[in-house]
């Protein structure tokens, strides 16, 4: 019985032992993890500026654009010894797509696929230690009287202050960047998502110059979509963006719909992360939404985009007549 109660109690003084450890060991990655997430906010907050949140606007500061450039052609992405000098001789983009004449048919299944890259379509790109991957969100080439510009999702370039760190790579594939990396001169979004993240006001425009190449403009080098404002709904579409994870565009095709007054939907399957800020296309090449709005863009089934209203287009022409 002695020996019993000696085992038990025994028992108890090794129990005790492993509890002190293990809370030992709690105590210790409850540490690692706080350090990890302080480390991570630094980065946030080095990558973020607050420009002018009341009236939507931020402008870059050209070194600190050039230092990004530089960031992700070192090692992140090259662009092409040999690159394309005219986007617009790219003809799958249009010509195969123009739905409205040509028997336009939605994906079959309604999922997404990998797809071929395109010039004026490219991934978002914002190296350092922000807490996001390489590329983080997708944007599209619109025409524009500068020929500089591009259209992504606002919550792509706008959280607790404008992103510092971001570079466009049109056409990008498997690490390549064929038509340079460009990087923003000017960031517009509409004061309402800078006050609350509206998801109704979850468009930017960012005009951009590629460092290296004075006076190259973007449209001349890619091609261009056209912006439609108030565009007719339910409208044949295709939606196209750069998962996070992967190094290739993907696309599905459905008919897009109104959600609202304000938001436009697709219900289309396995469109994840990263491709916010990708287009949504009618017609070949008319652009009548981005990835985002309502629910950050959408779940697993069903994309999003702020509707291209009045709004949205005293936002393209603010930005677009600004000096």
């Known amino acids: 019985m002695f020996s019993k109660v000696h085992g038990r109690e025994q028992g108890r003084g090794r129990t005790a032992v492993r509890g002190s450890v293990f809370v030992g060991l709690l105590c210790v990655l409850l540490l690692?993890?706080?350090?990890?997430?302080?480390?991570?906010?630094?980065?946030i907050a080095a990558n973020r500026a607050a420009g002018d949140p009341a009236a939507g606007v931020y402008q870059q500061d050209p070194e600190r654009a050039d230092r990004t450039a530089s960031a992700v052609l070192d090692g992140i992405a090259r662009e092409d010894p040999?690159?394309?000098?005219?986007?617009?001789?790219?003809?799958?983009?249009?010509?195969?797509?123009?739905w409205r004449s040509a028997g336009w048919q939605p994906s079959d299944p309604l999922e997404a696929r990998p797809a071929p890259a395109e010039p004026a379509i490219g991934a978002l790109f914002s190296p350092g230690t922000d807490g996001d991957p390489d590329h983080h969100?997708?944007?599209?080439v619109v025409h524009s009287p500068g020929g500089d510009l591009i259209a992504t999702a606002a919550h792509?370039?706008?959280?607790?202050?404008?992103?510092?760190?971001?570079?466009?790579?049109?056409?990008?594939?498997?690490?390549?960047?064929?038509?340079?990396?460009?990087?923003?001169?000017?960031?517009?979004?509409?004061p309402r998502w800078t006050e609350?993240?509206?998801?109704?006001?979850?468009?930017?425009?960012?005009?951009?110059?590629?460092?290296g190449y004075p006076g190259q403009r973007l449209e001349d080098v890619t091609g261009a979509?056209?912006?439609?404002?108030?565009?007719?709904?339910?409208?044949?579409?295709?939606?196209?963006?750069?998962?996070?994870?992967?190094?290739?565009?993907?696309?599905c095709r459905n008919t897009a719909i109104a959600d609202g007054p304000t938001q436009l939907r697709l219900d289309c399957a396995d469109v994840p992360n990263g491709t916010s800020g990708g287009p949504v296309l009618t017609d070949g090449r008319t652009l009548i939404g981005v990835i985002g709005?309502?629910?950050?863009?959408?779940?697993?089934?069903t994309s999003?985009?702020?509707?291209?209203?009045?709004?949205?287009?005293?936002?393209?022409?603010?930005?677009?007549?600004?000096?």
């Open 156 to 190: 792509c370039v706008y959280g607790g202050g404008f992103r510092t760190n971001l570079a466009f790579a049109p056409g990008y594939r498997d690490g390549v960047a064929p038509y340079g990396i460009w990087v923003p001169t000017r960031i517009d979004v509409d």
């Open 82 to 98: 040999e690159p394309p000098t005219d986007g617009k001789a790219f003809a799958d983009g249009g010509a195969r797509m123009d």
């Open 137 to 140: 969100c997708s944007g599209v």
């Open 225 to 251: 979509q056209t912006i439609a404002f108030r565009p007719e709904l339910p409208a044949p579409a295709r939606l196209v963006g750069y998962p996070n994870a992967s190094e290739q565009p993907l696309e």
């Open 196 to 211: 609350d993240q509206d998801p109704d006001h979850d468009i930017a425009f960012i005009r951009l110059r590629r460092p």
């Open 293 to 301: 709005g309502r629910d950050g863009g959408g779940d697993e089934e």
């Open 304 to 323: 999003y985009s702020s509707y291209f209203g009045d709004d949205a287009r005293a936002l393209y022409e603010r930005t677009t007549t600004s000096p």
């Open 32 to 43: 690692v993890g706080l350090g990890y997430v302080v480390w991570e906010l630094r980065g």
